[in-house]
């Protein structure tokens, strides 16, 4: 089953005009989405919901969560950009090592996939 949770994007100003009015806008900022894989992650570790998790970001924030998933028994994998000759960073969880599979520039269009995953979700809802 395909369940897709989204965010709304939050846009920071860049600009204002002379009454402190917001007129330009910078890049949009996905909030909650970490705590949100956190809790999947942990709650179907625990409800047993799947063998092997693999985790596509290197934020650290979410290290106590595959911390937890490993303590709870799975196996968690990691995911992650590896730009082409420079070092990446693969999480690493206290006391631990978890398999990491570096998404090189060749890698990342070998396996890009263009699907808008938010209206396949959609439209399975409604079948």
């Known amino acids: ?62 290290l106590p969560a595959v911390e937890r998933v490993i303590g709870v028994g799975k196996r968690v994998e990691n995911a992650v950009w590896w730009p082409d000759h420079q070092p990446g960073h693969p999480l690493r969880p206290k006391g631990r090592s978890i398999w990491c599979h570096r998404l090189t520039s060749d890698r990342f269009h070998y396996l890009r996939d263009d699907t808008d995953y938010a209206q396949v979700g959609a439209r399975s809802e409604t079948l």
């Not at 009454?19 to 949009?28: I, K, Q, Y």
């Open 1 to 62: 089953m395909l369940k897709v949770n989204t965010r709304p994007l939050r846009y920071l100003p860049t600009a204002w005009d002379p009454t402190g009015r917001p007129t330009r806008w910078g890049s949009g900022e996905e909030k909650g989405i970490d705590v949100l894989i956190a809790l999947d992650m942990v709650v179907g570790a625990i409800d047993d919901t799947f063998d092997v998790a693999v985790l596509v970001s290197g934020d650290t924030d979410l």
